[in-house]
C-alpha cells in the first residue's frame, strides 16, 4: 500500500488507510479514535469514541450533549482526533472546528442503532453523577415503558451528532530504524491543502 504524496487530498487517503485498517487489523473497532476536547480554561479532557462517518466535510460523531466532552465542545468548538492501527503500523491525528450537524442527521444515524442502545440514550444523564447502579436501571426501566410498542423511537433533545472539519491532518508510519514517516496537510483556507513532511 502506497505512502501519502504531496499530491493527494488527505481526506480520501484517510478512507483509504481506515478501509485498511478494516480489511486486515483484525480490529474489532478500526473506527476507534480518541476525541481531545478543553473547557474554556484550556484544561483538556481525552477520551475514546466511534466515528460514524467521513465525508469531504469532515469527521462525524454522536454522544451525548450534556456530557463533559458535550459541554465542552459547545463552549469550546474545537478538538483534536488521533487514529492509530497497531497492525497497519499507521496512525492519523486530526485537528480543527467542530460543527453540530442537523437534526435531521442525528434521527437518521439514531434510527440506525439497536433498539437498546436508543433508549439508553434516552436514560442516561451521560457524566453526571449517579447514586446508585439501580438509580441508572430504574431510569432504563421508564424509558422502556415510555416507548413500549414504539418502534420510531426519536432522537433525544440532547443527543445529536458533530462533524470536526479538519484544519490540520497529519499521517505516521511506523519505520523500524525509528525514523517513522511524518506527512501534514494543512487547509489552506481556500478549498485547498499545503503539504508538509515532518521530521520524526
Known sequence: MREPQPTDIPLPLFELWLNHAKAGSGLEFPNAMSLATADTQGRPSVRMVLLKGVSERGFQFFTNFESRKGRELEANPHAALCFYWEKTHR????????????????????????????????????????????ELEQKLAEVQQRYQGVEQI???????????????????????????????????????????????
Not at 95 to 115: C, H, L, P
Request: contains cysteine; hydrophobic residues 35%.
Open 91 to 134: 496512525s492519523v491525528r486530526v485537528e480543527g472546528k467542530v460543527e453540530m450537524v442537523s437534526r435531521e442527521e442525528s434521527q437518521k444515524y439514531f434510527d440506525t442503532r439497536v433498539r437498546e442502545s436508543r433508549l439508553g440514550a434516552w436514560a442516561s444523564p451521560q457524566s453526571r453523577a449517579l447514586k446508585s447502579r439501580s
Open 154 to 200: 426519536p432522537v433525544p433533545p440532547h443527543w445529536g451528532g458533530f462533524c470536526l472539519v479538519p484544519e490540520t491532518i497529519e499521517f505516521w508510519v511506523n519505520v523500524p530504524n525509528r525514523l517513522h514517516d511524518r506527512f501534514v496537510y494543512k487547509a489552506n483556507g481556500s478549498g485547498g491543502w499545503a503539504f508538509t513532511r515532518l521530521a520524526p
